[in-house]
């Protein structure tokens, strides 16, 4: 989702502030490491997607407490057709 077009263009907008430096984490990464391996942000903006470990995005939350653009615990509940 990082390369996609609407990500793409909010992350134009943050680099023209020149307040921030932005990591894109890789989807190897992602997917193969361990939340503790994964670069220490700031400030985090992540989507859930199928295929997309919501899990591992949750530990990440609570291991390093970025500020998060969205409540990635609460996309848990809106995966779920029966919680919503």
Not at 54 to 67: E, F, G, H, Q, V
């Amino acid at each position: 989702k990082a390369r996609s077009e609407p990500m793409q263009a909010i992350l134009r907008r943050l680099d023209m502030c020149d307040n921030f430096d932005i990591v894109l984490v890789s989807e190897e990464t992602i997917l193969n490491e361990d939340p503790a391996a994964w670069p220490v942000v700031e400030c985090l903006i992540a989507f859930f997607s199928k295929g997309f470990p919501l899990d591992k995005c949750i530990a990440y939350c609570r291991l390093r407490n970025p500020r998060c653009i969205n409540n990635v615990e609460t996309q848990e509940v809106l995966k779920s057709r029966v919680a919503v």
